[in-house]
T-cell receptor
């Protein structure tokens, strides 16, 4: 299994641009989440999904959209990038069958200028 | 809102010393608690998962304890090695969501 994969690894955007961060998992996990990590702070939850077609907001959802059309994929869309969205973004997945142990992707480092 | 605190924020020890990393959280209604390791510029690697009904979990040189009622978990790393140098993150989970502390950055000196 590849586990949780994320693309791209690095991205630079100008303020106001939009883009989609890709996340995929091949473990048939029901649950998927997006977190952001900023220096000196813990990871914070942006959005999560408990299954295909079902998404919900986390702690810091503003400026981001998600959808979950398949079990495997959970893309994160930045609608109009702002410098405050400069961060490292991590996607994670988990399953009830493994006691909800979360598996993380390698991250996408995003800079907004 | 779950608040997670990890103490100390940084730790530097000579090789061979045992490590004790502390984590406290404010809401004891958790489903489980995970400890992660993060190397600079890398993702999170799961080290141990303790279910809320468990008191401790062990994997090799790692042992994690959980006292849910008092909102505390401790990660013990025995006989530290330079390869243990990393940031360690504690994350209690409730309602499908992890809450993270800022982590403890460990440096093991050869």
């Amino acid at each position: 299994n590849a586990g949780v994969t994320q693309t791209p690894k690095f991205q630079v955007l100008k303020t106001g641009q939009s883009m989609t961060l890709q996340c995929a998992q091949d473990m048939n996990h029901e649950y998927m989440s997006w977190y952001r990590q900023d220096p000196g702070m813990g990871l914070r939850l942006i959005h999560y999904s408990v299954g295909a077609g079902i998404t919900d907001q986390g702690e810091v959802p503003n400026g981001y959209n998600v959808s979950r059309s398949t079990t495997e994929d959970f893309p994160l869309r930045l609608l109009s990038a702002a410098p405050s969205q400069t961060s490292v973004y991590f996607c994670a997945s988990m399953t009830r069958d493994r006691n909800y142990e979360q598996y993380f992707g390698p991250g996408t480092r995003l800079t907004v200028t | 809102k779950q608040e997670v605190t990890q103490i100390p924020a940084a730790l530097s020890v000579p090789e061979g010393e045992n490590l004790v990393l502390n984590c406290s959280f404010t809401d004891s209604a958790i489903y489980n608690l995970q400890w992660f390791r993060q190397d600079p510029g890398k993702g999170l690697t799961s080290l141990l998962l303790i279910q809320s009904s468990q008191r401790e979990q062990t994997s090799g040189r790692l042992n994690a304890s959980l006292d849910k009622s008092s909102g505390r978990s401790t990660l013990y790393i025995a006989a530290s090695q330079p390869g243990d140098s990393a940031t360690y993150l504690c994350a209690p989970q409730d309602d499908y969501k992890l809450s993270f502390g800022a982590g403890t950055t460990v440096t093991v000196r050869a």
